[in-house]
């Protein structure tokens, strides 16, 4: 059972243009949820992360709308570049039986075209 | 120096055999995990380790084993591989007290071919 769902698997989109990844999660004991960013040989790192309490966060080109009450997260990646052609996941951390754990989407390709 | 580090880098193996991959950070962290990442599936919590006595089964812990030699070092091992285990494995450590809450900081992979 996924408990973090992830949309789209992949994604394509023109140099300049907005990019958009949505998240969705059932468990309520999640209550904090990060994004994690992926270049192709590399190890995924921590690229932007919001609370609950809050509905937006931006860092620079990058931006977390989070909807309690829903419980769908995404992330906006404005202006998109060549370089920030990669796989991003969503996660999610909370009680999910045996401590506090990272909860991770499927993750969606991301390619930004000239 | 990288801060996490995996080893191999790359694997192939045939059925039925035994492998370890190995993990060592140099960040102090008391936690640490191992993930396999699939296309489609994204990243899958095999197991976990709260600090050096505490080891803990993830999501897909069937047919793999853990060690946590030291709170440096955590070792997983696959003790008779079959195709289906090739995948890219990740191992990542992780401070609880830290912020942004309980980052997690990858290693590089390996790459595992079960034949």
């Known amino acids: ?114 | 120096d990288a801060d996490v580090t995996q080893t191999p880098r790359n694997r192939i193996t045939k059925t039925g055999k035994r492998i370890m991959l190995e993990c060592s950070q140099t960040k102090g962290h008391d936690r640490m995990y191992w993930y396999r990442q699939d296309p489609g599936l994204g990243l899958r919590l095999i197991y976990y380790s709260f600090d050096v006595k505490d080891i803990n089964k993830g999501e897909i812990s069937d047919g793999y084993s853990v060690s946590r030699q030291a709170q440096a070092k955590f070792s997983l091992s696959l003790e008779s591989a079959i195709p289906n285990q090739t995948a890219l494995y990740f191992c990542a450590t992780s401070d609880p007290t830290g912020y942004p809450r309980d980052e997690q900081f990858f290693g590089p992979g390996t790459r595992l071919t079960v034949l």
């Open chain 1, 1 to 114: 059972q996924q408990q973090v769902k992830q949309s789209p698997q992949s994604l394509i989109v023109q140099k300049g243009g907005i990019s958009i990844i949505n998240c969705a999660y059932e468990n309520t004991a999640f209550d904090y949820f990060p994004w994690y960013q992926q270049f192709p040989g590399k190890g995924p790192a921590l690229l932007i992360a919001i609370r609950p309490d809050v509905s937006e966060k931006k860092e620079g080109r990058f931006t977390i709308s989070f909807n309690k009450s829903a419980k769908q997260f995404s992330l906006h990646i404005m202006d998109s570049q060549p370089g920030d052609s990669a796989t991003y996941f969503c996660a999610a951390i909370g009680y999910t039986g045996g401590g506090n754990k990272l909860t991770f989407g499927t993750g969606t390709q991301l390619k930004v075209e000239l």
